[in-house]
């Protein structure tokens, strides 16, 4: 292991020049990043790395109403035209966010503002892109076939925003912004969402559940791609992987087991229980509390707000008990699961168990 001694020793040698010993060690302590103080075998996440970044979040939201105060202010009795100037203002606070996007995101590397700047260039372009091109007119008389196509264009200026900065959370977005595009088309093509849940039950009229799981597999297969080239989770290729879980596993939830708790029947909630016992061991294999988590957390939410019966209740009781479980003896129980995968799991692209 290089130390930084010997850093200091190769730039007195000539080896190398300060600014590249920086480079270094500024790579190194990224690479570390949230895996510092973890306890061997925990699941790196960083929301923000200190209260300055809390600070500065804070200002960025008041900077945001203020540039909105702005505008209306400009605009006078033509903010009801607001359409007409929506190119102009979507451009100028386009270009404002990716200015300050260069200075907290690419140079000072901060966690909470990259979030929070990824969500305000999301939503100007969001803004943008539908207000110009958008008819509000047919989407007053619920007919959305304008909108899937600005949607889309949004969803592809936060990719380039993405691929600039490689804020994660930003990654999520794209993927959530693509479940939207997919609804909304359908929904535009003569699809119909009676009630909320149905984008949820296969028993329910419409396609809208099946797109959730293609979409959610999709989603997986990306995030693993990611998990895959960084088994050790010390990059942002991890972090991406991380926020791609918690949008894909409430997708390929969604189809199946609320199906199965919507049917309230004693057989139903086993067949779901072991349903998501399988999802548990993809969970543990893979080393992503956030994809277990994510996938319980939305039943858990679902049950609450949307179905009702004894057996949701139970259900959820169960799962509170089985999470409690897996915290307390989570990397015991991988050993054992990894010891029993077959030889064409690719165990070397996943974490090292630490048993």
């Not at 035209?81 to 929506?86: E, P």
């Not at 039943?299 to 707000?305: E, F, H």
Request: hydrophobic letters at 60%; proline letters at 4%.
């Amino acid at each position: 292991m290089i130390e930084r001694n010997d850093l200091r020793a190769a730039v007195g040698s000539g080896l190398i020049n300060e600014k590249q010993a920086a480079g270094l060690i500024s790579l190194a302590d990224s690479r570390r990043g949230a895996r510092e103080n973890l306890n061997p075998g925990d699941e790196p996440f960083e929301l923000f790395k200190g209260f300055n970044e809390i600070f500065i979040v804070i200002g960025l939201l008041i900077l945001s109403m203020g540039w909105w105060g702005v505008v209306a202010l400009a605009l006078g009795d033509d903010v009801v035209n607001l359409q007409d100037y929506a190119m102009i203002v979507t451009l100028i606070g386009g270009g404002l966010l990716w200015l300050l996007s260069e200075y907290f995101v690419r140079k000072r590397r901060m966690v909470a503002p990259a979030i929070a700047l990824s969500i305000m260039f999301a939503m100007n372009a969001g803004f943008g892109f539908t207000a110009v091109l958008s008819e509000p007119f047919m989407v007053a008389q619920n007919d959305f076939s304008s909108v899937p196509f600005p949607l889309l264009l949004a969803t592809l200026s936060l990719l380039v925003y993405w691929w600039r900065f490689r804020v994660p959370f930003a990654m999520a977005m794209i993927a959530v912004g693509l479940f939207a595009i997919a609804i909304v088309y359908t929904a535009s093509r003569g699809g119909r969402v009676d009630s909320i849940s149905d984008l949820f039950l296969l028993s329910a009229d419409g396609p809208f559940a099946w797109i959730t799981l293609v979409l959610g597999v999709l989603v997986f297969a990306v995030a693993m791609m990611f998990d895959m080239s960084d088994p050790h989770r010390v990059t942002r290729r991890s972090a991406n992987g991380f926020w791609l879980h918690v949008v894909a596993a409430p997708a390929l939830v969604n189809t199946v087991a609320l199906s199965l708790l919507d049917q309230d029947s004693s057989g139903s909630n086993m067949i779901l229980l072991g349903l998501l016992a399988m999802f548990a061991v993809v969970a543990i294999v893979i080393d992503r509390r956030s994809f277990l988590i994510a996938a319980i957390g939305y039943i858990v939410a679902l049950a609450a707000t949307v179905f009702d019966g004894d057996g949701a209740a139970l259900t959820v009781l169960i799962l509170g008990i089985v999470l409690l479980l897996l915290g307390a003896f989570w990397e015991r129980i991988r050993a054992r699961i990894l010891r029993l995968m077959p030889g064409f799991v690719p165990l070397h692209r996943l974490p090292p168990s630490q048993f």
